[in-house]
Nanobody, 115 residues
Framework: QVHLVESGGGLVQPGGSLRLSCTATGDISAIANFGWYRQAPGKMRQFVALTLNDGRTNYHTSVMGRFTMDSDRAKGTSSLQMNNLKSDDTAIYYC?????????WGQGTQVTVSA
C-alpha cells in the first residue's frame, strides 16, 4: 500500500511561482509512475502532467512551458514547479501514483492565484 502527501500550495499573485511536492510512503517500490492533476471549483479533475514508462513527461497544453514535473520513483517523490501562474491555475492539486495497476491519490493541496 502507498500513501501520498502533497505540500507546497498557497496563495500567489499572477505571474508568480510555486513548487508542489509529493512524498510517498509505504511500498514505494510498487510505484510505476507519478502524475499531477487539478480540480477547479465546479469543474472536473484535469490532467496536468504525467511521467510515462519511458521516462518522458506529458503536460496539458495549458501548462506547457510554464510547469515542470520531476519524479524519483526510487525515493518515492515527485514535484511540480509552476511558473508564470495565472488565475486559471487556481485549483486543488493532487498527486497521483500508478500502483499495481491502480491509481493512488493524495489529499490535495490548494493553489490560489489572485492579485
Amino acid at each position: 500500500q502507498v500513501h501520498l502527501v502533497e505540500s507546497g500550495g498557497g496563495l500567489v499573485q499572477p505571474g508568480g511561482s510555486l513548487r508542489l511536492s509529493c512524498t510517498a510512503t509505504g511500498d514505494i517500490s510498487a510505484i510505476a509512475n507519478f502524475g499531477w492533476y487539478r480540480q477547479a471549483p465546479g469543474k472536473m479533475r484535469q490532467f496536468v502532467a504525467l511521467t510515462l514508462n519511458d521516462g518522458r513527461t506529458n503536460y496539458h497544453t495549458s501548462v506547457m512551458g510554464r510547469f515542470t514535473m520531476d519524479s524519483d520513483r526510487a525515493k518515492g517523490t515527485s514535484s511540480l514547479q509552476m511558473n508564470n501562474l495565472k488565475s486559471d491555475d487556481t485549483a486543488i492539486y493532487y498527486c497521483n501514483a500508478g500502483v499495481n495497476g491502480k491509481f493512488t491519490w493524495g489529499q490535495g493541496t490548494q493553489v490560489t492565484v489572485s492579485a
